[in-house]
């Protein structure tokens, strides 16, 4: 994939699907590490911007902590701060509620083939689901157990 602005426009689209996702995942856990590893990527190939911290909204146990502002094309993203993060970035504050990221139309499979192609992974097979399987609601004798006996009528 190039690395115009095109191609960033368009993972800058994955990514906010796939977050979108994972915020509503049951395993969110393999969405928000695509989404890491990108973003990761693309601050280190100068792609993507860090544009400071904010309070998350999320505190967590009962302490508030700060999130890392990123800016990919034309969508702004938060993830996890690291210690230089903290160090070198400015502090923006409380997250402005009012600013909302472009609404892409993308499936997620679409977007985690972008966001894997990008990354040169490889996307793990897919489980196959066990799909169990229904006996008729008419039951024959050949279909019963071998020690059924047919009442006899008087």
């Not at 792609?47 to 902590?65: E, V």
């Amino acid at each position: 994939m190039k690395k115009n602005g095109e191609s960033i426009k368009q993972i800058g689209q994955a990514l906010f699907i796939v977050n979108r996702h994972a915020k509503t995942a049951l395993e969110p856990s393999q969405l928000y590490h695509l989404k890491n590893e990108t973003m990761r990527k693309l601050i280190k190939e100068k792609q993507a911007k860090k544009i400071g911290l904010h309070y998350s909204n999320n505190p967590k146990k009962s302490r508030q902590h700060s999130v890392l502002l990123v800016q990919v094309g034309d969508y702004y993203f938060h993830s996890p701060p690291n210690k230089e993060d903290i160090k070198s970035l400015p502090h923006l504050g409380k997250l402005d509620e009012s600013y909302r990221n472009p609404k892409p139309t993308l499936s997620l499979k679409k977007a985690k083939d972008i966001l894997f192609h990008y990354l040169h992974w490889t996307q793990p097979k897919p489980k196959q689901k066990h799909r169990p399987t229904y006996q008729s609601a008419v039951q024959t004798p050949s279909t019963l157990s071998p020690f059924y006996h047919k009442r006899k009528r008087r």
